[in-house]
């Protein structure tokens, strides 16, 4: 590792994040470690040119006051910390703000003239390095990839790719609630063009025959949850000397896991639920990496803008968008429905501003006319979402004529469907997903 680094020391704020992210943005590596680090901890990082400790000395976490180990003040690294004696550096960062650039500008002159850091940090540098340690960790044995065709999981295989070539082996698993053209689309970047060592499992029949009849939406979660694994051991199991497992795991999979200052958010799990005798080391190349940064790296990697831009996808894709027990005739009018949302949007520029957008079908009918007959068909409901964490969601007040012309075009070219809504709901009280 070849650049510099600013440590942030958690003291239990909930800013850190946006700290780190502006110092990454000024072009210098920043990283974040629990409050109680030792000395020793301290001096095995690379390159650390300063230390920020946000949220002050004395701080209080659950009743409990946490403070920095003092001989930390003592090691020739300058520190800034608001309101302490011993640091260096006492600037007071603008409070509760999620504004990159106000923090950016608060911290230049700390990061730059005190630390004398260097802006090195930017994604050729991190893929040389990434590429390094991944070939010094894995050596010339193989490692398995499960590839959805999300952003993590196609970053982390373009990285692998370019660090093993044919030892990567990834593992495409069609679930057969997919969206229109995606695993496709997966084919044809990873097999077609990157020449990856690809492999494609077609498990539609297999997951509809176990999804038959169930309605419950937590149920059928398990069902596809479950089966994904199981056809992923299978995979697994055809490979030989495989030690190794690629996974998607990002920045905020880790910081939100709970460092032991800041209190869990979310659990971060693994491709968890594998067999006790599988077991596999991780490989994890983009653990370091916030979102942003994963887009640019797999722009900088040579992934096309639709893959790296792709919206937030669920796991059990179209199952939790088509209500209720699965039939095959509505999961088909949801996938055409979503694939004509998804090319209006793109046409209107929406793609680019709204966070998530999709349609639902749900397991009731309506009462219509068609060709001058009454029709008895399913509604589509569309929805449209904006976010910053998926906690809260407000609603996309989409263009009048936009939204007649998806309903246009859903009610001619989708079949059984005779009716077209839009959710107006945020979250809460509705969530994003009706399922
Ligand atoms: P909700 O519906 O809880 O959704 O407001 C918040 C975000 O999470 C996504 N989501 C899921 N993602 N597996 C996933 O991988 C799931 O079971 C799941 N359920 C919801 C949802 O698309 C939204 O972005």
Redesign the pocket.
Known sequence: MKQDMIVILDLGSHENTVVARAIRALGVYSEIYPHDITVEELKALPNVKGIIINGGPNNVVDGVAIDINPAIYEQGIPVMAAGHDKALCAVKLPEFTNDVDAVKAALKDFVFDTCKAEANWNMPNFINDQVELIKKQVGNKKVLLALSGGVDSSVVAALLLKAIGDNLICVHVNHGLMRKGESESVIEVFKNQLNANLVYVDATERFLTKLEGVADPEQK?KII?GEFIRVFEEEARKVDGVEFLGQGTIYPDIVESGTKTAKVVKSHHNVGGLPEDMKFSLVEPLRQLFKDEVRACGLELGLPDYMVYRQ?????GLG?RCLGAITRDRLEAVREADAILREEFAKAGLDKKV??Y?TIVPDFKSVGVRDNARSFEWPVIIRAIN?VD??T?TVEQVDWPILLKITDRILKEVKNVNRVCYDMSP?PS??????
């Not at 937030?312 to 059990?316: A, D």
């Not at 509705?430 to 399922?435: G, R, S």
């Open positions: 979660r949850g937030p996808f669920p796991g059990p939790v966070w998530q999709f976010t998926a906690m969601a979250k509705a969530t994003i997903e009706w399922e």
